[in-house]
């Protein structure tokens, strides 16, 4: 079993940067792929990057290409999103989550374990 846990939201301005952190408990962390996914108020829930066990893949969203990047580091059990040029429209509750599914196509339903999230609201 694995649990996550985020950090690194708050309210920034627009263009600033933020960093996320999602630190996960377990021995077998780094058997896991992570995606980070947001929710804004009203609208479903997104993916935002996701990034294989091994590191060697990882996908964003076309709204944050160029400008999100997710990192891990099996060593800490901890995966990262760094966010630059950040913009009111990325308003949303940030949640990592970890699964066993890579494909072609990530889906919420790809991840088993999930963290609380983390507010990360943009000001214009």
């Known amino acids: 079993q694995v649990q996550l846990v985020e950090s690194g939201g708050g309210l920034v301005q627009a263009g600033d940067s933020l960093r996320l952190s999602c630190a996960a408990s377990?021995?077998?962390?780094?058997?896991?792929?992570i995606g980070w996914f947001r929710q804004a108020p009203g609208k479903e829930r997104e993916l935002v990057a996701g990034?294989?066990?091994?590191?060697?893949?990882?996908r964003s969203a076309d709204s944050v290409k160029g400008r999100f990047t997710i990192s891990r580091d099996n060593a800490k059990n901890t995966v990262y999103l760094q966010m630059n040029s950040l913009k009111p429209e990325d308003t949303a509750v940030y949640s990592c989550?970890?699964?066993?599914?890579?494909?072609?196509?990530?889906?919420?339903?790809?991840?088993?374990?999930w963290g609380q999230g983390t507010q990360v609201t943009v000001s214009s």
């Open positions: 989550a970890a699964g066993t599914r890579w494909g072609l196509t990530i889906l919420p339903s790809d991840f088993t374990y």
């Open positions: 377990g021995r077998t962390f780094s058997r896991y792929a």
């Open positions: 990034i294989s066990w091994t590191d060697v893949d990882t």
